[in-house]
């Protein structure tokens, strides 16, 4: 055993003296430094994107400052939610071999996701006047503008997600998008007389699913329904028609939409053709991401014209490969599909009706679309009546030959509004809705009247 001299022992002592004054006089002066965030900070949210840290230096014992810090959170998207500053072992050394002339922290700080609004606040006037509806929505549309003019054209792009702003005026007439008419002297949008896109926010997966998230906590079904919309459609008549469903059917939780790069005009229809095939990976993707990122229990498909070719194939697929995620499907609406119709019977109804899912066919003799669709083509579609009306078992299948139309009789919102109502709303099957039973050579379809 090796005894210590008195002499080691009052070395010994001097230095701990030496280590404690060391100590004392570095917390001394680094009481004397500050380190200030710049931000606008935003603390509502524990759920965070992202983290990062940067080093502040003071010098002279706080007498020469670090430069103001400001964490590069995206005002538009994302706002500070946490700051923590503290000092690592080696910074504390540093400062404690210098005697505190050289003091260094470290700033922490993580930026927390958007939180989208699920309505704009106006005032008491404009909500007796129109309703703002939040719609959210994914698109591979290619982006135009930035900001407040953010809008989506008619190219492909990577998939992207957002929310936007519609006002429904009070006067809305069920299934109708009010839009400005030359022959009323109507030349710009008036949000007291017709459906109005405000505004549109994109937003990252994860700050799209937090707003989700947030919006199916008011749903006391936690339902949702997403709509893919047809041929001919730009991106803002696309939102205004997924707010006019919405709003007619008084629907409990989040209305979403997909838009896929429709070129928005008649002429467009082959490309149009090219693009929904292209989309259709991109479809199947967003709505395996929804199941897997929402607790949506009662989930409504809706798909329109050509969004049926995505939307059908997308759904099949992923029943298939995820059958326990897409028992939350509740209904899939098929409304005047641009589908062929021998492919329809021999393909897609067979792998949607396996799985016991309710599917609802909407069909029409005097839709012009389809039946231009079909000289197009050289045969029918499955959004045809008549002679080649498509009638299934495990498929509802509505005849709307007689419902009031658009001029080319494609797109029949008011009644199949009034009839979604029921359907959705209600939960009920066509025996118990305002519709009329039809029996053809033993098969059973339903019709829907004015």
């Known amino acids: 055993m090796i005894s210590a001299t008195p002499s080691t022992q009052l070395s010994g002592l001097y230095h701990q003296k030496v280590v404690i004054f060391l100590l004392l006089f570095t917390g001394m002066f680094s009481g004397c430094v500050t380190t200030r965030v710049v931000t606008d900070p935003d603390c509502g949210t524990p759920n965070n994107v992202s983290y990062t840290h940067q080093t502040a230096t003071s010098y002279f014992w706080g007498l020469k400052q670090s430069t103001d810090i400001t964490p590069p959170c995206d005002p538009r998207f994302n706002h500070l939610n946490g ?12 400062s404690t071999v210098t005697l505190g002339i050289v003091n260094k922290r470290r700033v922490e700080w993580c930026c927390s996701p958007y939180t989208p609004a699920l309505a704009s606040i106006g005032d ?42 519609v006002s429904v005026p009070i006067t809305h007439k069920i299934g109708q998008i009010e839009t400005p008419a030359w022959w009323k002297l109507e030349f710009s949008p008036n949000p007291d007389k017709h459906i109005v896109l405000r505004e549109t926010k994109s937003l990252s997966n994860s700050s799209f699913y937090l707003g989700l998230k947030e919006r199916l906590r008011t749903s006391t079904t936690k339902s949702a329904f997403i709509f893919v919309h047809g041929y001919n459609v730009n991106f803002e008549a696309a939102a205004k028609r997924t707010a006019q469903i919405y709003y007619d059917l008084h629907f409990d939780g989040p209305p979403v939409f997909y838009s896929w790069p429709s070129q928005g005009s008649v002429a467009g229809y082959p490309v149009d053709e090219s693009n929904i095939e292209w989309s259709t990976t991109n479809i199947k993707n967003f709505i395996s991401d929804f199941l897997a990122k929402t607790d949506a229990q009662s989930i409504y498909l809706i798909a329109h014209s050509m969004g049926n070719r995505a939307l059908t194939r997308a759904v099949a697929s992923l029943m298939k490969e995820q059958p326990a995620s897409t028992s939350r499907i509740k209904e899939i609406i098929l409304a005047a599909p641009d589908i062929d119709a021998d492919v329809f019977i021999r393909d897609i109804a067979p792998a949607l009706t396996t799985y016991k899912k309710p599917i609802t066919l909407y069909v029409s003799s005097v839709d012009e679309a389809l039946l231009a669709s079909k000289q197009f083509h050289g045969y029918p579609r499955a959004g045809n009546s008549g002679d080649k009306l ?10 709307a030959t007689r419902a009031k139309t658009d001029f080319l009789g494609h797109s029949y919102f008011d009644s199949m509004s009034r009839d979604l109502f029921e359907l959705i709303k209600n939960g009920l099957r066509p025996e118990k809705r305002n519709l009329f039973k039809i029996t053809r050579q033993n098969k059973i379809y339903w019709e829907l009247r004015e």
Do not use: H, M, W
């Not at 700051?83 to 540093?94: R, W």
């Not at 008491?124 to 982006?143: A, C, H, S």
């Not at 498509?390 to 005849?399: A, H, K, N, R, S």
């Open 83 to 94: 700051v923590t500053v503290y000092s690592t072992f080696g910074q504390f050394l540093l």
């Open 124 to 165: 008491e006037e404009e909500e007796k006047r129109f309703t703002i509806v939040p719609v959210f929505y994914g698109t591979d549309r290619n982006v135009t503008g930035n900001g407040a003019d953010l809008g989506y054209g008619n190219s492909r792009a990577e998939l992207t997600y957002g929310i936007c702003q």
């Open 390 to 399: 498509v009638v299934l078992p495990g498929v509802e299948t509505i005849d």
